[in-house]
């Protein structure tokens, strides 16, 4: 049985940073896409970062354009272990934050769609107050 757990989140100020993390079990995602989303109160769940796989060891990153330049994906298939740091938060960026992990590659256009990933967490609260 597939498990992603996700931890790291939590209150942080305006500006401060955070890293999530989402430790998977169950099976390895070596040569396949994982990435995070977001759900705010009242809104859909949005794409907010991915990595997928080039072949070999090429890994491309991708990201929504209102995180980039502030967070990072990281993906360590060593501890099959992802990473979202996260700087220079901002209040719209307080959401519950979702580790996902999909069973390929999705394409480049389907990598921002939650259609295209197979495994989900359980989701990790952040919030930024001003």
């Known amino acids: 049985q597939v498990q992603l757990i996700e931890s790291g989140g939590g209150l942080v100020q305006v500006g401060g940073s955070l890293r999530l993390s989402c430790a998977a079990s169950g099976r390895t995602f070596d040569s396949s896409s994982m990435g995070w989303f977001r759900q705010a109160p009242g809104k859909e769940r949005e794409f907010v970062a991915a990595v997928t796989w080039g072949g070999s060891n090429i890994f491309y990153a991708h990201y929504a354009d209102s995180v980039k330049g502030r967070f990072t994906i990281l993906k360590d298939n060593n501890k099959n272990t992802q990473y979202l740091q996260m700087n220079n938060l901002k209040p719209e960026d307080t959401a519950v934050y979702y580790c996902?992990?999909?069973?390929?590659?999705?394409?480049?256009?389907?990598?921002?769609?939650?259609?295209?990933?197979?495994?989900w967490g359980q989701g990790t609260q952040v919030t930024v107050s001003s």
């Open positions: 996902a992990a999909a069973q390929g590659n999705p394409s480049t256009s389907g990598v921002y769609s939650t259609r295209e990933y197979d495994y």
